[in-house]
């Protein structure tokens, strides 16, 4: 049975460039805000060990449409904490490959993150392979 896990938090995490020239405090407690609300959403949820490979879906719901960059740029922090929380071993493209982020238009006030997080199952080489 392969590990999936999925969920939304009412509030949305900053673009780059709103983070652009900010004190580092002002970073520094946005990575910890991020990480302490998908501590307390994925309570019970996590995986017995961080997943080697997984399927990211990142849903970012505002009532403005973000850039390319500003779209994938504001999940830094929600991903980081996968990593931080031990859901995902790791975030390098060999073990999330290039995660698929998609916007949806929602009224204004009313933003939101949807994460699913979908293990690939690893396959053992064949023995010829081995060889």
């Known amino acids: 049975m392969t590990f999936r896990l999925e969920f939304e938090i009412p509030s949305l995490p900053k673009r780059p460039n709103e983070l652009l020239g900010a004190h580092w ?27 080697e490979k997984a399927k990211l879906t990142l849903t970012r719901f505002s009532a403005v449409e973000p850039d390319e960059d500003g779209l994938s740029g504001s999940f830094k922090p929600v991903v980081d904490s996968l990593v931080d929380l031990d859901i995902l ?7 999330t ?35």
């Not at 002002?26 to 017995?48: F, Q």
């Not at 290039?98 to 396959?123: F, H, L, N």
């Open 25 to 51: 405090r002002s970073r520094s407690n946005h990575k910890k805000k991020w990480l302490r609300l998908i501590h307390l959403v994925t309570l019970g949820k996590r995986p017995v060990k961080p997943l």
């Open 89 to 95: 071993i790791d975030d390098r493209r060999e073990n």
């Open 97 to 131: 490959g290039v995660p698929d982020y998609r916007w949806v238009k929602c009224s204004p006030r009313k933003g939101k993150i949807q994460v699913i997080v979908e293990e690939i199952a690893m396959t053992k080489p064949d023995k010829e392979r081995e060889l």
